[in-house]
């Protein structure tokens, strides 16, 4: 299930880095206007995905409230959903070293 998690947060933070990157300056610096509603409305499913996904993964993990509330911090923070993957890597990694 973290792995799932893993997967889902870095396709959400490559959403939110084209959403930024790609998208907001195709609109503002060449006129392309359409090109922001259906990335942004990506997004915004992968987000709310996210976030319920979250809810039922700290629960699992055993994160306390506050990790939880970091991780959603880190949803929108562009470039952070690396830095999660490689904090929720470990755990999988020190699982697998003990077996």
């Keep these: 299930m973290l792995k799932a998690f893993r997967v889902l947060s870095l396709i959400e933070g490559l959403s939110l ?4 990157c790609i998208a907001m300056p195709m609109k503002y610096y ?7 509603w259906p ?3 990506t997004h915004g499913l992968l987000w709310m ?12 993990q055993g994160w306390s ?15 952070a ?10 755990p999988m990694e020190l699982a697998t070293a003990a077996a």
Excluded: A, E, N
Aim: charged fraction near 10%; hydrophobic fraction near 65%; charge should be positive.
């Design 65 to 79: 409230v506050f990790f939880w509330m970091l991780v959603l911090l880190v949803s929108v923070i562009p470039f």
């Design 30 to 36: 060449f006129g392309y206007f359409d090109i922001v």
């Design 17 to 20: 880095i084209s959403l930024f």
């Design 49 to 60: 995905l996210l976030v319920v996904f979250s809810l039922s993964v700290s629960h699992k």
């Design 39 to 41: 990335v942004g409305m």
């Design 81 to 90: 959903c690396f830095v999660l993957d490689r904090k929720l890597k470990q």
